[in-house]
C-alpha cells in the first residue's frame, strides 16, 4: 500500500474515534472538573506511551534528547491547545467545538508558514484550493451565528457563551496546528509517533496534577476501582485516536491531515444524536454537511493540483 494512503486511512480512523471520544468527553464533564478530566486523561496517555517508548523504541530517547527544544515546543502546545480543546467541550456541543477545532486548521498552516513555521513535506495550496480553506473558515463564522443565536443543539445558551466556546475551539486548531507541524519534523529526523505521543503529554499532566491537588474535589470521592476503569476507558477513547492521529500524520503531511481531520464534525453530529446527548439540530446538519462538502472539495482540488505538477515535471524531464 503507497504510503500517503495508508497515511489517509489512518486520519479517517482518527476521524471515527474522535467523534467517539468527544462525546464521552461531554459526558464526563458532568461529574468531573477540567483538571480532573486531563489528568486521568493525558496521565494515561503518557504513562502509557512512555512505557512504550521504554520498552519497546528504546533507542528513540537519545533522538528526543536531541530534539529537547522540540520536545518543549510539543509539550507547551499540547497543554495550551488540549486545555482550551476541553473548555469549549464544557460550553458547547461536541460537534460544534470539532467543526471550530478542525475548521481552522488548513488556514492556520498558511499562517505558521507565513511566520516560518512548516515541515518539509508541506505543500503549497493552488489558487482552489486555498479559495475552500478560507470557504472553511467561514463556515465557522457561520457556525458561531448558530450557536449565538440558540439554534444549535444547546438552544438556551447564552450568546457570549457561544461564542466564547467557538473562540477556544478555533484557537485550539491553531495552536494544534502548531503542534502537528512540529511532530511532522520530529518525524522528519526519525523520531517515531509513539515517541512523541509519549512525551508530548508530560507538561499538561504536571499542571493538571497540580490544580487537582491544591485543592479538594470530587476526584477524591472516585474510588480507586473508578480511577482505574476511567483510565482504562481513556486507553480507548483517547490514548488510541491520539496514536492514530500521529501515525497517520507521520504518512502524510500537515495540510492533507488538516482536511482530512476536518469531516469529523458529520460523525461526531451523527454520534452524538444517537446518543441522545444534544438535541437534533437541522441548522446544525446543514452546517455540518457544507463543511463536509467543502473539505471534501479541498481534498479533491490538492490531489487534482500535486497530479498536475508531477506529469509537468515528468513532461519536463
Not at 463536509?292 to 515528468?314: G, T
Request: proline share 3%.
Amino acid at each position: 500500500m503507497e504510503q500517503r494512503t495508508a497515511g489517509m486511512i489512518l486520519l479517517l480512523g482518527f476521524v471515527a474515534a474522535q467523534a467517539v471520544r468527544d462525546v464521552y468527553l461531554r459526558h464526563l464533564f458532568g461529574q468531573l472538573g477540567l483538571f480532573e478530566v486531563a489528568l486521568i486523561a493525558f496521565g494515561t496517555a503518557m504513562l502509557s506511551f512512555g512505557l512504550g517508548v521504554l520498552l519497546f523504541a528504546r533507542h528513540q530517547v537519545r533522538l528526543l534528547r536531541t530534539a529537547w527544544r522540540q520536545v518543549i515546543a510539543v509539550n507547551v502546545t499540547t497543554l495550551v491547545a488540549w486545555l482550551s480543546y476541553f473548555g469549549s467541550l464544557r460550553l458547547l456541543e461536541p460537534a460544534a467545538v470539532n467543526l471550530a477545532f478542525s475548521g481552522i486548521a488548513p488556514v492556520a498552516v498558511a499562517g505558521w508558514g507565513l511566520l516560518g513555521l512548516s515541515s518539509a513535506a508541506r505543500s503549497r495550496p493552488g489558487r482552489t484550493e486555498a479559495l475552500l480553506h478560507w470557504g472553511l473558515l467561514f463556515v465557522i463564522g457561520l457556525l458561531a451565528v448558530i450557536v449565538s443565536t440558540g439554534r444549535s443543539g444547546i438552544p438556551h445558551l447564552d450568546p457570549a457563551t457561544g461564542l466564547a466556546g467557538i473562540a477556544l475551539a478555533a484557537f485550539s486548531g491553531v495552536i494544534i496546528t502548531a503542534e502537528t507541524i512540529i511532530s511532522k519534523r520530529m518525524n522528519e529526523v526519525g523520531i517515531s509517533a509513539l515517541s512523541i505521543v509519549g512525551v508530548r503529554f508530560s507538561l499538561v499532566t504536571t499542571v493538571a496534577a497540580v490544580m487537582v491537588a491544591r485543592e479538594p474535589t470530587s476526584f477524591a470521592g472516585l474510588p480507586a476501582e473508578a480511577i482505574a476503569q476511567q483510565c482504562l476507558v481513556f486507553l480507548l477513547v483517547l490514548v488510541g485516536p491520539i496514536y492514530l492521529g500521529q501515525a497517520g500524520l507521520k504518512l502524510t503531511n500537515p495540510l492533507i491531515s488538516s482536511v482530512i481531520n476536518a469531516i469529523g464534525p458529520v460523525a461526531t453530529l451523527g454520534l452524538q444524536a444517537v446518543t441522545g446527548l444534544v438535541a437534533f439540530s437541522p441548522a446544525m446538519l446543514i452546517v455540518t454537511t457544507l463543511y463536509a462538502m467543502i473539505s471534501l472539495a479541498a481534498v479533491v482540488a490538492n490531489i487534482v493540483s500535486r497530479n498536475a505538477e508531477l506529469s509537468l515535471r515528468r513532461h519536463m524531464g
